[in-house]
Every structure is written in C-alpha cells, then in structure tokens.
C-alpha cells in the first residue's frame, strides 16, 4: 500500500442499517474512477431483514464521496501508475458511514510465485507437525 485516503459514501437507509449490523464485505471490492467521480464496486452489503420492500440491491455500485482535488490526485496517481484502489476498511465516525480507500500496487507474476511457495511450504509444516 503506498497512500490511503479516508472518504465518504452514499447509502440508502436499509444499506447503513444493515452496515450497522456489521454485515458488509469488501473482499472483491475495488474503486474505479467514471466521469470525475469514484465508485465502489463490488461491495457486499446484505440485505437487511425488516426493510421488506425497501431493501437494497447488495452488491450495486456507490458513490464514494471526495473533494475534487482529492480525486485528481488519488485516482489520477492510481491510473497513470497502473495502481489499484482498494477499500481497507469501512466505519462510522461521528455516525457517519467511512471508507479508508488505498492505493496499492499489485503483484508481479515472479512475486506470487514465491509467495505460493512459501505458503506451500508452511501447509507441508503444519502437516508434518500434525503428523509428528
């Protein structure tokens, strides 16, 4: 992770009900940049059970909420250096809901490599301390 920004979100009723609850998921979500706005995308909010009708679609796109310096040069920085936006946390302050959204460099091809033989090699450990 080179640099992490703390934003805004938009969310319905049902959505901040149910993120409340601690029900939210930000394994497969990313940001992305349309238009001069960022957007979050993938992130699993679940549906909230006594909202009926009212409910929330749980993985719709949102709105992430920056100052317009802020965008240009976050996701500026992230597009030009073929970085990614990644969502590290999501929180209430002061009864708002937050977003920490980092910026991070992923991994080259020869770096997965050697971190799938390390955790290859802990799994064969752990299996022989078991077997003894």
Known sequence: MLDALECGIVLCGSE????????????????????DEVWLIGCDIAEYVEANRFNHEPRRP????LHRREIKRFAAQAYQQGLTLV?????????????LLGICRGQKRHDKRETMKRAEARR?????????
Request: glycine fraction near 8%; hydrophobic fraction near 35%; avoid cysteine.
């Open 124 to 132: 064969e450990i752990g299996r022989a301390l078991r077997r003894k």
């Open 87 to 99: 969502p590290l946390k999501m929180y209430f302050k002061r009864g708002r809901a937050k977003v």
């Open 16 to 35: 901040v009900k149910s993120l409340r609850n601690g029900k939210v998921s930000l394994a497969e979500a990313y940001g992305r940049v349309k238009e």
């Open 62 to 65: 949102r709105k992430l909420l």
